[in-house]
C-alpha cells in the first residue's frame, strides 16, 4: 500500500520547498566498492532493491537494509558503500565478452539527488541520515518505486515518471521521519487544519469532531511544539514569506504577494513568530 502522508507533512514540505532528481544505479563488476556521491543539491537519497548499503555521513554510519532508502544531508565526508570499509570507486569494464555478463554489474542501488528549501532544517529537523522505517526492514513503497523504473524502457515520457518515482522514495524517507512537532498523534487533526493555506482555524473550528477540551489542547500543543496553537499557525504561515525573502526576492513583492499592506506590517508580523521547539527527542 502507498503511504498516506499527513495534510500537516505535506503542507511543511510544500511550504519549505522540495525538488528531486531521478537516480541513477551504480553499476560495479567488483562485489565491494565505495561511492562518493556528488548530487548537485542539499541532500543525496539512495534506495537498494536487493542488497544492503551502509551510508557515511562525518562521523555517522548507518546500515540500510535492502528495499529500504536514505536521505543524506551533503557533506565532503558523505559515501555509499557495499560495506562499512572504504574501497575503490565502483568500476565496469568498457566491454563483456558476452552480453550477459554486463547484468552482473547491476548492483539494484540507486542514487539521486534532493533539494529541500533554507527552512527545512527549522521545519522538517531531519538528522544528517534520515532511513525509511522501522530500520533493518524493507519498505513497500520504496520496493515498488524500484522496480517500477526497472521496468522503464526510455520512452518518450518516462523521465516525468522516474521524477516521481524518485520523489515518492524521498517523501517515503519524510513520511518516516516526521518532525517532533508531528509526533503526538492525538494532534494530527488540528494541525492537518492549522496548517491549510487559508488558515484563520478558530479553536472551535480545529477541534470540530476531535475529543479535546481547548485546555488540553493548549496543554498538548505547548507540550509538543513549545507553542500555542496560535503561535504555530503564525510560524506555519511565516514559512513561505521567510523562504521567499532567503530567496532574495524584493520585500516589497513578497508583502503584495502574501497578502501585507506594507513591507513595515510584514516585517512586524514576522517579529512575533515564535519557531516550534525542535529539540525534543525523537522516539527510539
Known amino acids: 500500500m502507498l503511504l498516506a502522508m499527513g495534510d500537516a507533512l505535506r503542507a511543511l514540505i510544500d511550504a519549505v520547498g522540495l525538488e528531486v532528481g531521478s537516480g541513477q544505479e551504480i553499476r560495479s563488476d567488483d562485489d565491494l566498492w565505495t561511492l562518493d556521491p556528488d548530487p548537485g543539491g542539499t541532500h543525496a537519497w539512495v534506495a537498494s532493491l536487493r542488497r544492503p548499503v551502509w551510508v557515511r555521513h562525518d562521523d555517522t554510519l548507518v546500515f540500510v537494509e535492502a528495499g529500504g532508502a536514505a536521505l ?4 565532503p565526508t558523505m559515501s555509499i558503500g ?3 570499509e572504504r574501497h575503490g570507486p565502483p568500476r565496469t569494464a568498457s566491454s563483456y565478452d558476452f552480453p550477459h555478463e554486463a547484468l552482473f554489474a547491476d548492483t539494484g542501488v540507486v542514487v539521486g539527488s534532493a533539494s529541500l528549501g533554507p527552512l527545512a532544517a527549522e521545519a522538517l529537523a531531519l538528522p544528517p541520515i534520515a532511513t525509511t522505517q522501522p530500520a533493518g526492514f524493507p519498505s513497500a513503497d520504496v520496493v515498488l518505486a524500484l522496480r517500477h523504473v526497472g521496468h522503464l524502457d526510455g520512452g518518450r515520457w518516462h523521465g516525468v515518471q522516474q521524477d516521481a518515482l524518485a520523489r515518492l522514495v524521498v517523501t517515503t524517507v519524510l513520511h518516516d521521519n516526521p518532525p517532533p512537532l508531528l509526533r503526538d498523534n492525538s494532534l494530527a487533526r488540528v494541525l492537518d487544519r492549522l496548517f ?3 488558515g ?3 479553536t472551535a473550528d480545529l477541534l470540530d469532531g476531535v475529543r ?3 485546555r488540553t489542547l493548549k496543554r498538548r500543543c505547548f507540550e509538543t511544539t513549545g507553542c500555542t496553537q496560535a503561535q504555530l499557525g503564525r510560524w506555519f504561515r511565516s514559512l513561505g514569506v521567510r523562504s521567499a525573502l532567503t530567496r532574495g526576492d524584493r520585500p516589497a513583492e513578497v508583502a503584495a504577494r502574501f497578502g501585507f499592506s506594507t513591507t513595515a506590517s510584514m516585517r512586524r508580523a514576522l517579529q512575533r513568530v515564535h519557531a ?5 527527542p525523537r522516539p527510539i
Open 82 to 84: 557495499s560495506d562499512p
Open 200 to 202: 484563520g482555524h478558530s
Open 72 to 75: 543524506v544531508e551533503q557533506h
Open 196 to 198: 491549510e493555506p487559508a
Open 276 to 280: 516550534p521547539d525542535t529539540d525534543i
Open 212 to 214: 479535546m477540551s481547548p
